[in-house]
């Protein structure tokens, strides 16, 4: 993971990119949720709404980041140790040592011996590919990103943005080694191996797989008062984004892996596929005295991106392992519902907020993400007493993970937010959680 993430930081360095990614929330977003509370300027990127809720009743207002967010996260699967594990495994597919064949006899008990063998091997990866995998990613937005500008003869909000990650995941894809204990020379086995000697060694597809993802975005926003009511304003906004998205994946058949982490550092050697495309999010707000409702509906062009041509060498290119990389060549940024609300008290220095995705979103690697979040936070007022937050966010698909989530803004302008997982494991012989986020940042309102 440490070579995931320092891959990540390496080509975010020479990459040119853009992106909110569903997998990192960006900024005080990470406590806060995609909630359009309006105490900090990223609240305006999540609902395309939000920019003209922060009308002043007349007049010009300005916000800007300094460098509004700089984070980095990391999550694991559940399987202890997973890297050694892997590279247990992959000598297991160089040699499984077992006694020299001189007689029948021999033979039998070297079918025997190698049976349990591949049954063990089949079990292992079959648990590694469900639960075991490593996933880094850094974002940061481009300074002075996000501006909002609400004006009188605009008759609302305009929000740019320009921010940018990249992500990094390795996992290994399995099929059940073939092997018949009662015909051991069978022509459809996986296990090659000469009578005369010790050493049998497993040919099949199984694979390494690492992929990398470097997202970008531009995105501007108009936003406006709809409807004016006694009991509160209806907020209505679009935004347009250009993405550019660059792909890259490295495949290996575990019989061909030297060390497993060579892959990790390969990976940054490849060539990214760049590819663009545009996406369109609306959005709506209620906003009252004591509390804002709202929902956004994001990429519902769903745009398509396209991964680099898999390396077929040595392949079964008719064989399932084959078949599941082709189908992971691109990349389609789903349609999202995200659902907010907020309640304030009367001086709006507290807010209790929920955000909630109705339908679950993939990132670039297939995973799937569907945040719940609730928090609760109080701006102060002043320049020396910090604002505080504190919540929970959970992933309701994909790996289900939860955390808890802190946050301070110091001085009115430097934010640190933090999310630490619920779940644990063990990596390189220490207990980790299974998944941490930290995001620094600064802003500043005119």
Known sequence: MKRLLTVAIATSLTSIAYATPVYHPLGPNLTYGDISNGQTIMSNI???????????????QYRFGILSSLGAGVEYGSIDNMYDVIDAQVNNFYDINIDVITTPADLAQ?????GVAIDSLNATLTAIEKDGFGKAYVSMHVPLMP????????????????NFSLASRAEILHTDIRFDSTNISSTTDDI??????SSFSVDNDD?????????????????????????????????????????TQLNVRMGDVENSEDLFDDIGDEDFTDDTGFGLDIGLLWKAQHYRAGATLTNINEPEFKYNNIDNTGYNTSGPIFLRLQKQGSYVMETQLKLE????????????GVGFDANAANDPFGDD???AT???AYASPGWIIPAVRAGYRANLAGSELSYLTFGATLFKVFNLDVAYGLDEVDVDGDTLPRSAIINLGVEISL
């Open 192 to 197: 090659n191996y000469t009578v005369g000697q």
């Open 46 to 60: 999540t609902n395309p709404a939000a920019g003209a809720a922060v009308l002043k009743n007349s007049g010009n």
């Open 147 to 162: 501006i909002v500008v609400s004006a009188d003869w605009l008759g609302g909000s305009l929000v740019f943005d320009a």
């Open 207 to 247: 694979t390494l797989l690492v992929r990398a993802a470097a997202t970008a975005e531009l995105a501007l926003g108009y936003s406006r008062l709809m409807l004016s009511a006694q009991n509160g304003d209806l907020y209505g906004g679009v935004r347009g984004k250009f993405y550019r998205v660059g792909l």
């Open 110 to 114: 070297t079918a025997s011996e190698i």
């Open 374 to 376: 609730v928090s609760a």
């Open 341 to 352: 609300g907020a309640l304030f008290s009367q001086n709006q220095n507290w807010v209790l």
């Open 369 to 371: 993400y569907q945040w």
